[in-house]
């Protein structure tokens, strides 16, 4: 079965500060998302990643296949970044038993910045 | 990016009626589209997977019966939640992608409540 952990479930953070959030998970994987869920429900895919480091603004996402770990960072965070992120993966054709191969999904991580 | 409209975003119904629930991609053709489910302070699920022109496969504990897909061309799924009751009030979501490798991207999702 295909695990995915995230950490830290909740942060506070004061604006400005680095942020990282970590994801493992247990099988082999397709690719790797980060998405953000605003309060509203709404979800935003971040970053679609299957190997290295993508950079997009304030946003960075890593991925280590070996390890599977993957992190997100944001850099001089602002209040606006307050939402859920949410790492989910698509497992690789081989592990996901011949069956749906949706995403499976972290419970992810609630990031509030204050001002 | 591509964009995925989902419709509608929120629908209150009365227990034991139907609800439709569109997902469309605008500017892409969807191989495949998937439909998930959130509760209230819990991840994402997925419920199903569909591929267009063949019946859909559906998660362990997901009633076929009760939550019909349709995904009948390249750019149209549909969740048909049928007889619906109070439990089933939750927010569904879908995503698509093109195929396989590339990166699945999200409708706004839908509030449905039952009453």
């Known amino acids: 079965k295909n695990e995915v952990e995230q950490s830290p479930q909740n942060l506070t953070a004061q604006e400005g500060e680095f942020i990282t959030i970590n994801c493992s998970y247990s099988?082999?994987?397709?690719?790797l998302h980060w998405l953000q869920q605003h309060p509203g429900g709404g979800i935003v895919s971040l970053f679609m990643?299957?190997?290295g480091k993508k950079k997009h603004g304030r946003l960075i996402a890593t991925i280590n296949i070996q390890e599977k770990h993957s992190s997100l960072h944001i850099t001089a965070s602002h209040p606006r970044d307050s939402a859920v992120y949410i790492c989910?993966?698509?497992?690789?054709?081989?592990?996901?038993?011949?069956?749906?191969?949706?995403?499976?999904f972290g419970k992810g991580t609630h990031l509030i910045i204050q001002p | 990016g591509a964009v995925v409209s989902q419709h509608p975003s929120r629908v209150i119904c009365k227990s034991g009626t139907s609800v439709k629930i569109e997902c469309r991609s605008l500017?892409?053709?969807?191989?495949?589209m998937f439909w998930y489910r959130q509760f209230p302070k819990q991840s994402l699920m997925l419920m199903a997977t569909s591929n267009e022109g063949s019946k859909a496969t559906y998660e362990q504990g997901v009633e076929k019966d009760k939550f019909l897909i349709n995904h009948a061309s390249l750019t149209l799924s549909t969740l048909t939640v049928t007889s619906a009751h109070p439990e089933d009030s939750s927010f569904y979501i879908c995503?698509?992608?093109?195929?396989?490798?590339?990166?699945?991207?999200f409708g706004q999702g839908t509030r449905l409540t039952v009453v």
């Open positions: 099988v082999g994987i397709s690719a």
């Open positions: 500017d892409f053709q969807a191989t495949t």
């Open positions: 989910a993966v698509f497992p690789s054709k081989y592990d996901s038993g011949g069956g749906a191969d949706g995403l499976t």
């Open positions: 995503s698509a992608r093109e195929d396989h490798y590339t990166e699945a991207f």
């Open positions: 990643l299957s190997s």
